[in-house]
């Protein structure tokens, strides 16, 4: 049942960034909306031509199925689509997790098995030479990984940007000294000259705009997180999270909210990763366990994140993004005609 504080806040934020739940469908599928999506099925049954489509064009007849209608099923093809065109991976491992849990807790695992066959054949996952989708470091040559890194440090530091090893590229090197295997980004904090929430995000689209100019790495704003991302020659994304200190307390988007201290960040310390040293925060054990709870020293690859208290939390910073974000990109738009 909804209750007064849920409705609130799901009004309070731009749709972007309110909780997101796996669909469940309130109503039935209509036979009209079944062929619909078996017509995606018959599309799909073909990798290599389903691949052929655009995204629009594949989704096209699950977007004729009504909302009300729109299930765990529903939820199955649209991640089918998304492995297919190899888009939005951090999306597919969240829904692809909440799908497995679903149909186990109903009792049915053999349809998640089901499912899991389907993503299997999306991604060309017995085809050796088929390009990793989700790029985890268990199969990827973490000093390579770490070399380019550093490269990426280096010129974020002759740009004027301070970053440190952060969420859980910080906890691989805390607990094992290089990147952890299933993990498939590299997270930094960035370090900004801000003292309250407007200046943080002016200064996180600035710090955008400068290093879109210079850097030689490709790099991209986010409008589903306030967050920096930049791809490194060996394909692997580096998350650039917004970090500042407000009255001698510590913000960094999205798990620290002045639970912790200036001088549990600074002085930053050097941190080896694969050999490799890299800035870390002066206390990363504290950081830590602010970031994954009291047990971050066990390994878990199941852990999820609460984003809900996150958004929740980090409210007026989101809004701030929002509004920032969507001016950034008409001008960008209006620059181009």
Same mark, same amino acid.
């Given at each position: 049942?909804?209750?007064?504080?849920?409705?609130?806040?799901?009004?309070?934020?731009?749709? &972007?960034?309110?909780? @997101?739940?796996?669909? +469940?469908?309130?109503?039935?599928? *209509?036979?009209?909306?079944?062929?619909?999506?078996?017509?995606?099925?018959?599309? #799909?049954?073909?990798?290599?031509?389903?691949? *052929?489509?655009?995204?629009?064009?594949?989704?096209?007849?699950?977007?004729?199925?009504?909302?009300?209608?729109?299930?765990?099923?529903? #939820?199955?093809?649209?991640?089918?689509?998304?492995?297919?065109?190899?888009?939005?991976?951090?999306?597919?491992?969240?829904?692809?997790?909440?799908?497995?849990?679903?149909?186990?807790?109903?009792?049915?695992?053999?349809?998640?098995?089901?499912? &899991?066959?389907?993503?299997?054949?999306?991604?060309?996952?017995?085809?050796?030479?088929?390009?990793?989708?989700?790029?985890?470091?268990?199969?990827?040559?973490?000093?390579?990984?770490?070399?380019? &890194?550093?490269?990426?440090?280096?010129? %974020?530091?002759?740009?004027?940007?301070?970053?440190?090893?952060?969420?859980?590229?910080?906890?691989?090197?805390? @607990?094992?000294?290089?990147?952890?295997?299933?993990?498939?980004?590299?997270?930094?904090?960035?370090?900004?000259?801000?003292?309250?929430?407007?200046?943080?995000?002016?200064?996180?689209?600035? +710090?955008?705009?400068?290093?879109?100019?210079?850097?030689?790495?490709?790099?991209?704003?986010?409008?589903?997180?306030?967050?920096?991302?930049?791809?490194?020659?060996?394909?692997?994304?580096?998350?650039?999270?917004?970090?500042?200190?407000?009255?001698?307390?510590?913000?960094?988007?999205?798990?620290?909210?002045?639970?912790?201290?200036?001088?549990?960040?600074?002085?930053?310390?050097?941190?080896?990763?694969?050999?490799?040293?890299?800035?870390?925060?002066?206390?990363?054990?504290?950081?830590?366990?602010?970031?994954?709870?009291?047990?971050?020293?066990?390994?878990?690859?199941?852990?999820?994140?609460?984003?809900?208290?996150? @958004?929740?939390?980090?409210?007026?910073?989101?809004? #701030?993004?929002?509004?920032?974000?969507?001016?950034?990109?008409?001008?960008? %738009?209006?620059?181009?005609?």
């Amino acid at each position: 049942m909804k209750t007064k504080c849920d409705c609130l806040w799901n009004c309070s934020l731009p749709r &972007l960034y309110r909780p @997101r739940k796996l669909r +469940v469908n309130t109503r039935p599928l *209509s036979p009209k909306s079944w062929a619909h999506m078996q017509t995606f099925d018959a599309w #799909t049954r073909n990798p290599e031509a389903a691949r *052929s489509f655009d995204l629009k064009e594949l989704r096209r007849p699950l977007q004729r199925v009504p909302h009300a209608e729109r299930g765990v099923e529903w #939820t199955e093809r649209v991640v089918i689509a998304y492995c297919l065109k190899r888009v939005r991976s951090a999306r597919v491992r969240s829904l692809r997790k909440d799908i497995i849990r679903y149909w186990e807790e109903q009792g049915l695992p053999e349809k998640a098995e089901d499912f &899991l066959d389907r993503v299997d054949i999306a991604l060309d996952f017995k085809n050796p030479h088929a390009k990793n989708y989700f790029i985890q470091f268990a199969a990827q040559d973490k000093s390579k990984t770490a070399n380019e &890194l550093l490269k990426l440090v280096s010129e %974020l530091h002759d740009e004027g940007q301070q970053v440190f090893i952060n969420s859980g590229t910080l906890l691989g090197a805390v @607990r094992e000294g290089s990147f952890i295997g299933h993990d498939d980004d590299i997270d930094l904090g960035l370090i900004l000259n801000a003292a309250n929430v407007q200046d943080a995000v002016n200064e996180f689209i600035s +710090v955008y705009k400068l290093l879109a100019s210079k850097l030689e790495f490709e790099i991209k704003t986010s409008f589903n997180s306030p967050v920096l991302k930049i791809t490194l020659p060996s394909d692997v994304v580096v998350d650039l999270f917004p970090t500042w200190i407000m009255n001698d307390k510590l913000f960094i988007w999205p798990h620290t909210f002045g639970e912790l201290d200036k001088a549990d960040l600074f002085p930053l310390k050097a941190m080896a990763l694969n050999g490799v040293e890299f800035p870390a925060p002066a206390k990363p054990e504290k950081m830590l366990a602010l970031n994954y709870g009291q047990g971050w020293e066990k390994p878990d690859a199941d852990f999820v994140f609460p984003w809900r208290e996150a @958004r929740s939390r980090f409210r007026s910073f989101l809004r #701030t993004y929002w509004w920032a974000v969507r001016r950034l990109a008409l001008s960008k %738009l209006f620059e181009r005609r």
